[in-house]
């Protein structure tokens, strides 16, 4: 019977050479016995390197604890604080046996690099729109971020830019976690001379605080990083409150429930065009740097409206927003309430509160169109509006070059409206909204005034643009934003200026007015929300029934002038042109 043994691996020979070698692979025993061993040998550089280390970690958690939320804060003095958020922490992780402080540690980490983030949105948000981040409402508005920055430097700069910030972020998250594991390591490797030095740090910063004392013109003692954090909790308590309460209050409306026929009765037989000028604030009219040219296009645009037979009207409205976020401001100055933030936007636009734009198509005596060269996809906002027609950046026949985020100029936006809708016989009366681009940031390059005879399709503006300030040679200097600014005002005013001077009959009313002032860079820092608005008409009625308003005569207001919230002249607007009131109730 034959003998069966057991299958036995034959050891691999150099015969084998189709069969591959074993890789070996460390162990991670291996490689922290590799590294004890490295830092045996060097052990200068190993304590060089684990000091240098904890220094890094320690700037990194206090540069965060006192980091502000404003770039006009930001000054050294700042960094020469006691953070009592640091005591806190060091106290809490000496308390902790290794697993729980480790958790900790981490833990505390990612709230500080999550609170360092918002620190910075807040610093971006109060340059440009001026008001904090808003972790509810708010991340929506990074993707028009990116668009602007796509739109003014290029696709692929947006994309640099946006992978850019998402790893800065996730870096920034784990160096804070490895920071706050790496100091509460220390603290707990010398407990006894931690537990001392706590405990001094406490007295000097209870000490400091009680006695108000100061170093560099500041307090000592700061709690800065959970002020931040109770105010962005504070925030969002008063977000979610908010939502409820401004659902109530746009349900009423003064104007709710008048009838058609009562809604502006005096304005029968008129073309009403109400325009927004992107940016256009109070800034453009007082700035020394940007008043002189914009004060001399308004009176010249002023003096050849009076040679055509045109008087003026001015004020100030203050805006719901700042900076940014043109939507808020048209939805406001044409619905009567203050739509300050997206969730209100969202509310008022979903509902059927009364707008200006509405109330016209109500009477059935206007069609109502919306000249929109900024909308590039759909917009269901129409319907609220009341527009029965919108002209968006693709329905007006442009072929010429766009001007930065600006889709085209204001000059063959506004020449469109004349061929599609103000200069053709209608059977009714004519109502629109027409959004002025050519004035939004970066404010480069501007388009120049043509003649309009030659507009055509646009392409005549192919060699301004090209010819044209880069926005990558303007953003970053304030000086020459603030002139660039003032120039795309200049052209947009003397745009709108010259249509009306060249296509206005005596049944034309032109309101026009800034959606909101520029950002905080140009329109400087602590600038009100105020902007220019103007009513101009032929016919001496349309101004005599705004008499007692108080308005400038002509197209700049006066220092002086009224100052209204902007969502209180929807109802002024439609009683002075004798609109009766049937309130609805909330």
């Not at 691996?9 to 016995?33: K, Y």
């Not at 309101?511 to 002032?517: E, I, R, S, Y």
Request: net charge neutral.
């Amino acid at each position: 019977m034959p003998v069966i043994t057991p299958f036995r691996r034959l050891p691999r020979t150099t015969e084998d050479p189709d069969t591959p070698e074993p890789v070996a692979h460390p162990s991670l025993q291996a490689r922290l016995a590799h590294w004890r061993s490295w830092r045996t040998r060097h052990p200068r550089t190993a304590l060089a390197l684990r000091r240098t280390t904890t220094a890094l970690a320690a700037v990194l958690v206090l540069g965060a604890l006192l980091l502000p939320n404003t770039f006009v804060a930001l000054e050294p003095n700042r960094f020469v604080r006691i953070p009592a958020e640091a005591v806190v922490g060091a106290v809490l992780l000496l308390c902790l046996p290794r697993v729980p402080r480790l958790v900790l540690a981490v833990l505390l980490g990612l709230g500080l690099g999550a609170l360092t983030v918002l620190n910075l949105l807040d610093m971006g948000f109060t340059e440009y729109l001026g008001r904090g981040f808003n972790v509810v409402l708010d991340w929506g508005l990074l993707d028009d971020a990116q668009s602007y920055v796509a739109d003014s430097m290029g696709g692929a700069a947006a994309t640099w830019a946006a992978v850019g910030a998402v790893t800065g972020v996730l870096l920034l998250l784990v160096l804070m976690a490895l920071a706050t594991v790496r100091l509460g390591e220390l603290l707990a490797t010398h407990r006894e001379r931690a537990a001392r030095g706590a405990l001094i740090t406490a007295t000097v910063w209870l000490t400091c605080s009680a006695l108000g004392v100061q170093t560099f013109g500041v307090p000592v003692a700061t709690q800065g990083a959970s002020a931040a954090a109770r105010a962005q909790a504070h925030r969002v308590v008063d977000t979610l409150r908010d939502e409820a309460a401004f659902a109530r209050e746009a349900k009423a409306d003064r104007f709710g429930a008048t009838p058609g026929a009562q809604l502006v009765p005096d304005l029968r037989g008129k073309d009403v065009i109400f325009a927004f000028v992107e940016s256009y604030g109070r800034s453009a009219l007082e700035d020394p740097v940007m008043a002189p040219g914009v004060g001399r296009a308004l009176d010249t645009g002023a003096d050849a409206l009076a040679r055509a037979g045109f008087r003026a009207r001015s004020g100030w409205l203050t805006s719901a927003t700042y900076g940014g976020g043109s939507w808020l401001g048209h939805s406001t100055f044409l619905s009567g309430l203050w739509v300050d933030n997206q969730q209100r936007y969202r509310t008022v636009t979903a509902g059927d509160h009364l707008t200006l734009t509405e109330a016209f198509r109500k009477t059935g005596a206007w069609d109502t169109v919306g000249v929109m060269p900024g909308v590039q996809k759909a917009w269901p906002e129409a319907e609220w509006y009341g527009l029965d027609k919108v002209y968006d950046a693709f329905d007006v026949g442009y072929e010429g070059p766009k001007f930065s985020w600006s889709t085209m100029p204001d000059q063959y936006a506004l020449e469109a409206f004349q061929r599609l809708e103000h200069g053709r016989k209608r059977d009714k009366r004519l109502m629109a909204e027409i959004i002025l681009t050519s004035s939004h940031q970066p404010w480069a390059p501007i388009p120049r005034m043509v003649d309009w005879d030659e507009i055509g399709d646009g392409s005549v503006f192919d060699g301004i643009e090209k010819s044209g300030v880069k926005a990558s040679d303007i953003i970053a200097d304030t000086t020459r934003s603030k002139e660039e600014y003032g120039r795309s005002v200049q052209y947009s005013v003397t745009s709108l200026t010259q249509w009306l001077e060249r296509y206005g009959t005596d049944d034309t009313v032109l309101v026009f007015l800034g959606d909101h002032q520029p950002l905080a860079r140009v329109s400087g820092d602590r600038a009100s929300r105020d902007v220019p608005v103007s009513i101009v008409a032929r016919d001496p009625k349309v101004l005599d029934a705004i008499d007692d308003w108080n308005w400038t005569e002509g197209l700049e207001p006066a220092r002086d002038a009224p100052v209204w919230k902007m969502s209180s002249f929807r109802d002024r607007f439609l009683t002075a042109y004798g609109s009766t009131p049937h309130p609805t109730k909330g």
